[in-house]
Structures are given as C-alpha cells and as structure tokens.
C-alpha cells in the first residue's frame, strides 16, 4: 500500500493533468466559434450561427470543469509543497495577481456573451465578446506558463542569512 504523501502526489498529478488538459481546450476554442459566428453572420446563415451558439456551450461546460478544476489543483500545491510555495509567494506573486486579473476578465466576457445571445443575436459584436474570451484565455495561459517556468528555474534570486531576495 502507498504511503498517504504518495497517494495525494498522484492525486494532484491528475487533477492537474485534467485542468492543464481542459484549459488548454478552453483556451482554443474561442477563437474557431467566434470566427464561425462571424462566418456566419457575414453570410446570413441561420444554421451556421446556431452551430456556432451551440458549440459555445461547451465552452461554458469546459470553463466551469477548468474553473473547478484549478480551485483544487492550487491548495493541493500549498498542502504537498509548502515551502517552496512560501518561496514562489515571496518571489513570484504580482504574475499570479496579474494572472487572476485576466482570468477574471475572460469570466465577465463569458458572463457577458452568454447573457447577450438574444440582445447581440446578428451583430458583429458577439463574436468580439467570444474574442475578447480567447483573448483573455490566452494571457491567463501565458501568465501561468510563465508562473510555472519561474517555479522550475527561479533566476534573479539570492538566498543570503535565511531569507530569499529579489
């Protein structure tokens, strides 16, 4: 039988796995349903618009599983590595912050399309809302990419009596 700190490493490697997986997704998708909307907005194409809001609930679906999915993967990264989260706070915090701001900003844009299917129907602005998504997916993307290449090689940081230093 394994250890409980093993069984919680392998816990959190698949919870990851899933989130890194699903935000991927959830990071692509917007751009292929907004093009297909204003694909079929410039065309008048009934049945290409409905496509494209019927594909856009998926991306609903996959941004509460990835939202879920990152609320556990982060406590399971304080409670498995306390440490060196102490050192990442101390060090790396205003990227995460940054991070949360464009994460909140691509969940107003999901709030605000999917309230605005009726209202924005045939214009060219719905579509800029689901841009506006993968726009701020992205940046919420890189920033954690960036938050986890720091993590794996911290460069411009000194240890000196006991203390990390910027």
Do not use: C, W
Not at 45 to 65: G, P
Not at 72 to 97: C, D, G, H, R
Not at 115 to 132: A, E, T, V
């Amino acid at each position: 039988m394994l250890p409980v700190y093993d069984i919680n490493r392998i816990v959190f490697a698949s919870s990851l796995a899933i989130h890194i997986i699903i935000a991927s997704i959830t990071i692509a998708m917007p751009f292929a349903i907004g093009t297909l909307a204003l694909y079929g907005i410039l065309k008048k194409d009934e049945s290409i618009k409905n496509l494209a809001q019927r594909i856009s609930t998926l991306i609903l679906v996959l941004f509460a599983i990835g939202t879920l999915s990152g609320t556990i993967v982060a406590p399971e990264m304080y409670i498995l590595f306390p440490k060196f989260m102490q050192i990442v706070s101390n060090t790396a915090i205003i990227s995460l912050y940054i991070e949360i701001l464009a994460f909140f900003m691509e969940s107003l844009f999901v709030g605000i399309y999917f309230y605005s299917f009726k209202k924005y129907n045939n214009s060219i602005l719905h579509p800029i809302f689901m841009y506006l998504i993968g726009i701020f997916a992205a940046m919420s993307g890189f920033l954690i990419i960036t938050f986890n290449a720091f993590m794996n090689y911290p460069v411009g940081i000194e240890y000196l009596n006991g203390q990390y230093i910027v």
